[in-house]
């Protein structure tokens, strides 16, 4: 999934997700609330595939305990209607400082869900970062 779009939330705070990505979130989508204060909308499998290693990880050990509970009490399972839209909660857009006007980017398995101010900072910023960049992206990686 690559793209970034501009809907805007209807009179319910349902979003409609881009045609385009439809087939690629399935009939399942995990709403969680993310970093940079953004939503992240994954498709069900692939939440689960990220999360598996986590929530294998043991409980004994505080911080894996509190993310545990930290993700998944901010996650939402939710079905897309025959249009392909999902309602965002009220703690997903005050977590995300949503009004009617949003963002939706891309990322790369997900789809990010952004005030258009707060992504228009944060774009500018990873633009000056990326707009000559010849270095690795992961440590120790070839990537």
């Not at 897309?80 to 006007?101: C, E, F, H, Y």
Request: net charge negative; glycine share 6%; aromatic share 8%.
């Amino acid at each position: 999934m690559d793209g970034t779009w501009t809907p805007k939330l209807d009179d319910t705070f349902r979003l409609a997700l881009p045609a385009e990505c439809r087939d690629d979130m399935g009939e399942e989508v995990v709403i969680v609330c993310a970093q940079e204060r953004c939503l992240s909308m994954y498709p069900g499998p692939v939440f689960d595939a990220m999360m598996a290693p986590i929530d294998q990880a043991p409980s004994t050990l505080k911080k894996v305990r509190d993310y545990q509970r930290w993700i998944h009490s901010h996650a939402r399972r939710v079905k897309p209607d025959k249009q392909g839209r999902i309602t965002l909660n009220a703690m997903q857009r005050v977590w995300a400082s949503l009004d009617r006007d949003i963002v939706i980017a891309s990322g790369g398995n997900h789809l990010e869900v952004w005030n258009p101010l707060a992504w228009m900072d944060y774009i500018a910023a990873l633009d000056d970062q990326f707009s000559d960049f010849d270095g690795v992206l992961v440590p120790g990686g070839a990537i």
